[in-house]
């Protein structure tokens, strides 16, 4: 038992740092970057990073217009880093009051509620989200409200059922008892209780948020073209992959590195807040 | 018949589903900044024009209007004419179509397949290393998404290793004739080895970058399910009657540690399709994926709709058949 | 089969399992006989060890649970130094098992037919035909004229009584030499609860089945054991035929057990047993019962008593009685 105590804060430990470094990163780039991101050196075009060229001027290389990856790479934690958050917090917002509005209010409610969040489901997530930014345009805002609005029925559903259960529990009965209001069950008891379950679901969803964030990038429609994010820099990477991989494989790695710890980060978090969720070891 | 309600009741809460699919198709491109008919247009044409433009594309009527047409359209199976094809959106979908069926299909196949099987080995390793790696792995693969495994296998296979192809469907110096326009399924209703395997090759490194999630998640639910059930009593009643281990899991165990295993993979299904889309963009598959990324740059307004309501179908329908699938498996559940 | 061999000898079984907190030791030190036709009833209180000792004689011990000394003979031969393959034979077969819960034992996505045939097909290589005619002889047996139905049904399609006939007749399907009846009864109500007790006293007689009746319930035991051993923390502390058990316990814990049941004749007070359950992990030296017994004594503490024949057939496991 305690192992896994250990353990469980070590992977919280790690991913927490990783998490920490990369909001560092993101948001000290302008100074850090040796290169503007968009400054272009065509005569250095294609490098490969300095344990294959021994070049040391450009860190991990330089892409098809000479411009320096490392600078790029250091930029791109920005737009994933803003939809992470922003996407993540709204979405929780969102589907979270959605959830407990159909689970603690009537029946009826819920049931509709539910009927929306299923055919919400049935939408093709990947095409939707596309279609609002044909709608809506480009820019990291818009992808941010692509993420709201296909993601927040993640919340709403685990949410919903969890306070399903917490209506029965004894304290909240005593404290319908006592003739307490609604809202100040929700705000007094249910809400507290949820804030582990929370905390876990907020970290995946950052992770996805991220994801979708790249995802569009790379489709060309997230960032401004002017814009370094990893996704469009993993797009022209693939474009001369034959060549060089370089190109694509450090923005890959650098989302990869991202991705996974954020879902360690909530892995972790759910081993130690709750044990009824341990996982079989 | 208690069954007989029960498929009612699911074919009439999917039919809803569609219609508001539809209606949301409907709806999200209406209030769209962007003139389809401005897009196919070069500048400079007058204004009258573009308008006479828009009135034949059926763009000036009133919005109850053109939503009355698209539904009665959708039931007769006419989802309208293409802006940019000059052909009926139905058939511009359909003749891309099998490509996104081969796809998905091909990864729903390997990701039970192979889930199911690391999913058995960690059960009969459980605890060893063996099951803690594929435990791990199956972390890893399930956090990463799709369309990143895609552009990794690109990496490796393709730029890497130079092992697989990474374009197409099939061999562009291969001749097969579009039987089904099931690549697989025509070089092998042809006998053509050489077609069967080029398009299994091309096949291979898109389909298992969309399984990997569901490997992972089968793995997941199979070993813990089964886990469960080998303490249950009526698996002990049947080791109390001697009957042969193999047996007792594979076939006792098995079909009881297989049901929530389905119940998760109707639950993914509908991110397999989404998945798809972008992988057929990496992996340039010329299926509806990269028709709707192309028709939502024109504003073609009735292939995306029909491409949305589409998409929804095959969920649906996929759905239904893993719903269906389950109430043969757990006689527990006759009715809805 | 001579009628006054014996079918099953029990030696000296011990069974522990590993726990966060020790070792517990389930069973202590277990040895008793069982002969053909017999039937005798393993009683005791919950956690007293009587199901982990049925299931031993499978070699069906739960994991974590080992089996770490003893030995169990059935007909001269060690089953605990079985391998798989050999042990199949036995389970079944030679041996077979009745659970508590006749929900939970029956499998729930698989027919009846197939959990009642299956032995037959597999184990005994028999035809379809063979094993349906079996089977629908058997079902008459236990109550269940029409089988053909009944087969084609699901476990949860059926009552509870008919559930408990349904483990009844898989269990008796090969005729085995010994059933092992793991609380049979517990799970029914009271009036299907004598139902079953008939039911398995008729087949016991008309198969010549020895029976391990394990149960809680003293008065049940009695209705349909030959002998009672009573357990108590892993031990045997009495073991006697039936009759003698009621007429002339010796063990201060048979009595108590005896006080606590009430009795139509006596209606007085009841007298529970005074004291905590055993804690089976760090078990006192000497007799484990002594912190609740009204008649200990200071040597209790020290020497742990082994089963001795008292009177003729009549063992107890206590200081105090063999000197009585």
């Known amino acids: 038992m305690r192992s896994l105590q250990i353990l469980g804060s070590k992977k919280i430990l790690v991913s927490f740092v990783i998490l920490l470094a990369y909001v560092l990163i993101g948001m000290s780039a302008p100074y850090i970057a040796p290169y503007d991101p968009n400054e272009q050196h065509y005569q250095d075009a294609y490098k490969p990073p300095f344990f294959t060229s021994g070049d040391w001027r450009y860190l991990l290389g330089t ?47 819920g049931e509709v509620i539910m009927r929306l969040v299923d055919i919400w489901l049935s939408l093709p997530a990947v095409v939707f989200s596309i279609c609002l930014i044909a709608v809506l345009g480009i820019g990291l805002g818009n992808v941010a409200i692509a993420v709201i609005v296909i993601d927040w029925t993640r919340f ?95 923005p890959l790695i650098a989302v990869i590195i991202i991705i996974l710890a954020l879902n360690y980060l909530g892995d972790g978090l759910r081993e130690r807040m709750d044990p009824r969720l341990l996982v079989i070891r | ?24 198709a409907f709806v999200l491109f209406r209030i769209v900044p962007g003139d389809p008919a401005r897009l196919m247009t070069a500048p400079g044409i007058k204004a009258e024009d573009i308008e006479r433009l828009r009135a034949s594309l059926g763009l000036s009527d009133p919005l109850h209007i053109q939503y009355v047409n698209w539904l009665s359209g959708l039931m007769h199976l006419d989802f309208g004419r293409s802006y940019w094809l000059k052909a009926p959106a139905l058939d511009v979908i359909l003749e891309r179509l ?47 998404p799709d369309f990143l495994w895609g552009v990794l296998f690109v990496i490796i296979f393709g730029g890497l290793l130079k092992l697989l192809p990474v374009s197409g469907r099939i061999d562009p110096a291969i001749s097969l004739k579009p039987v089904t326009n099931f690549m697989v399924i025509d070089s092998i209703l042809q006998v053509n080895f050489i077609a069967l395997q080029s398009s299994l090759t091309h096949l291979l490194l898109p389909s298992l970058a969309l399984a990997l999630g569901l490997i992972a998640i089968i793995h997941r639910t199979l070993r813990s399910s089964l886990l469960d059930i080998l303490q249950e009593d009526y698996i002990l009643t049947d080791r109390s009657k001697g009957l042969p281990e193999w047996y007792i899991f594979f076939v006792r ?23 798809s889309v972008i992988i057929e963009l990496i992996y340039g598959w010329p299926g509806i994926g990269t028709l709707s990324l192309i028709s939502v740059n024109r504003r073609d307004l009735p292939v995306v709709q029909g491409i949305i309501v589409i998409y929804s179908l095959i969920t649906i329908i996929i759905n239904l058949a893993v719903d269906f699938l389950y109430t043969k498996l757990n006689p527990k559940i006759t009715y809805g | 089969m001579n009628r006054d061999s014996s079918l099953l000898e029990v030696k000296d079984l011990a069974i522990h399992f590993p726990t966060s907190r020790g070792v517990l030791k389930a069973v202590d030190g277990v040895s008793f006989d069982l002969k053909y036709g017999e039937v005798l009833g393993l009683v005791g209180e919950s956690g007293a060890g009587k199901s982990v000792t049925g299931r031993a004689i499978m070699k069906l011990v739960p994991p974590p649970g080992k089996i770490v000394s003893g030995r169990v003979m059935l007909e001269g031969i060690d089953i605990l130094t079985l391998r798989d393959e050999d042990l199949r034979s036995v389970r079944g077969k030679k041996v077979a098992l009745i659970q508590q819960d006749p929900l939970s034992s029956l499998n729930p996505v698989f027919k009846i037919k197939d959990q009642i045939m299956d032995i037959l097909k597999l184990n005994l290589g028999l035809s379809h035909q063979e094993a349906y005619t079996i089977v629908a002889d058997l079902l008459k047996e236990v109550g269940i004229p029409d089988s053909a139905t009944l087969l084609e049904k699901y476990p949860h399609e059926l009552s509870g009584g008919m559930r408990q006939r349904v483990c009844i007749a898989i269990a008796f399907s090969c005729t085995p030499l ?59 502390v009495e073991l006697s035929l039936t009759k003698k058990i009621f007429e002339s316990p010796i063990h201060p814990y048979t009595r108590a057990l005896l006080d606590a049941v009430p009795r139509y004749d006596a209606p007085e007070r009841l007298q529970p047993i005074e004291g905590d359950a055993p804690n089976l992990i760090d078990l006192p030296t000497g007799c484990s019962f002594y912190p609740r ?8 503490l020290t020497i742990r008593p082994s089963l001795l024949e008292v009177k003729p057939d009549h063992y107890v496991a206590c200081q105090i009685c063999n000197i009585l």
């Open chain 2, 98 to 144: 099998p490509a996104t069926l081969e796809l998905v299909f091909a990864s729903i196949i390997i990701a039970t397949v192979l889930g199911v099987i690391i999913g058995v080995v960690s059960v009969m390793k459980a605890g060893r290393l063996s099951d803690k790696v594929a435990t791990s792995a199956s972390f890893i693969g399930f956090s990463i």
């Open chain 3, 293 to 300: 017994c009204r008649e200990h004594q200071s040597t209790c």
């Open chain 1, 63 to 109: 892409d098809s217009l000479g411009r320096d990856i490392y600078s790029r790479v250091l930029y791109g934690a920005r737009p994933a880093l803003f939809v992470g958050v922003v996407g993540a917090f709204f979405a929780a917002l969102i589907g979270v009051s959605l959830g407990i509005i159909s689970g603690y209010y009537s029946v009826r409610i």
């Open chain 3, 178 to 236: 010994l059933v092992i009846a793991d609380e049979p009864t517990t799970a029914v109500d009271v009036i299907t609860q004598l139902q079953i007790i008939q039911l398995m006293r008729k087949i016991q007689r008309e198969k010549h089945t020895s029976i391990l009746f394990i149960t809680h319930n003293l008065a049940l035991a009695s209705k349909i054991c030959d002998k009672i051993a009573v357990m108590y923390a892993g031990r045997i």
């Open chain 1, 156 to 250: 709403a559903r685990v949410v919903r059922s969890e306070v399903l259960n917490l209506k029965e529990r004894e304290f909240v009965l005593a404290a319908k008892a006592i003739g307490m209001s609604g809202f100040g069950i929700i705000r007094k008891e249910i809400l507290p209780n949820l804030l582990p379950l929370l905390t876990v679901l907020f970290t995946l969803e950052m992770s996805i948020a991220i994801s979708v964030e790249v995802l569009l990038s790379f489709a060309g429609l997230g960032v401004k073209p002017t814009e370094p994010s990893w996704g469009s820099m993993i797009a022209e990477g693939l474009t001369y992959f034959r060549t060089s991989f370089w190109g694509a494989c450090i």
């Open chain 2, 1 to 24: 018949m208690i069954r007989g309600t029960y498929v009612i009741k699911r074919l009439v809460a999917a039919v809803l589903s569609l219609f508001g699919v539809a209606t949301i």
């Open chain 2, 253 to 275: 165990a098995f079909k009881n540690g297989a049901l929530p295993v389905l119940t998760i993979i109707g639950v993914q299904i509908s991110f397999v399709i989404g998945g």
